[in-house]
């Protein structure tokens, strides 16, 4: 297995600085449902894979790996579908952007307003207490919010920038560049090394990472299962 920590970023993150937020059985992890979908192994050995199908049947619905190749069948269990991703670096951020408007610190009390924003835009999986992975900012207008950008995985040395995005009324301003320089640079500041996933095939949203700063590294498989 890859030493690297964002090799196996799931599994660096929930199994460490994030293990409070995942359910455990023996060398398996589930991230909590209501947090997340995520699923991992410490290794690909039998007694790791039963401990993950146990996981997995204890609480139905889709999980999904996120691993740099595609991991063996787990037992009890159907591949739904697979996608590509592209894992970008922070080299060298772009400065931040002076912001026209008010960047505020989202709470639990902003929970619904971000869970109905990411379910109308689809940043990516986005769950009741997803906002709890780390801290999450945003811009209001009206006193709603239109637009919010946070942080996911955490392996050691590295945040993940993510929960990108801004309401279809409320695009074209600069929210999401700007929120997310500001994730970003909080990240550096705190000595670690922002990175971030997109799909592979996401041309438009690839380009806006790149004119941050963002590098391509790897291009790790996305895996989504569930029990049969």
């Known amino acids: 297995m890859s030493s690297h920590p964002l090799d196996r970023a799931v599994w660096n993150a929930f199994?460490?600085?994030q293990a409070h937020l995942a359910l455990h059985d023996g060398d398996a992890l589930r991230v909590d449902p209501e947090i997340g979908l995520f699923v991992a192994t410490a290794d690909q050995e039998p007694a790791s894979l039963a401990a993950l199908e146990r996981l997995v049947r204890a609480h139905p619905g889709e999980?999904?790996?996120v691993e740099r190749f595609e991991p063996p069948p787990i037992p009890g269990t159907r591949v739904a579908r697979r996608a590509v991703l592209s894992q970008m670096v922070a080299e060298t951020l772009a400065a931040p952007r002076p912001a026209p408007f008010e960047i505020v610190p989202l709470t639990d009390a902003d929970a619904p307003e971000m869970l109905a924003l990411a379910t109308l835009t689809a940043p990516g999986p986005f769950f009741s207490r997803t906002h709890?992975?780390?801290?999450f900012v945003g811009v209001k207008v009206d006193g709603r919010l239109a637009a919010m950008a946070g942080e996911r995985l955490r392996p050691e040395g590295f945040t993940e920038v993510s929960g990108v995005c801004a309401h279809p009324d409320?695009?074209?301003r600069g929210y999401a560049a700007t929120l997310m320089l500001?994730?970003?640079?909080?990240i550096v500041a705190r000595g670690e090394t922002p990175f971030l996933h997109s799909y592979a095939d996401n041309a438009g949203a690839i380009a806006l990472y790149e004119?941050?700063?963002f590098r391509f590294r790897c291009a790790p498989i996305l895996t989504v299962i569930e029990a049969v």
Request: charged share 20%; glycine share 20%; hydrophobic share 35%.
């Open 63 to 65: 999980v999904g790996l």
């Open 170 to 172: 409320h695009r074209g």
């Open 182 to 186: 500001h994730v970003a640079h909080k």
């Open 132 to 135: 709890q992975l780390g801290e």
């Open 211 to 213: 004119a941050l700063g």
């Open 15 to 17: 199994s460490t600085r």
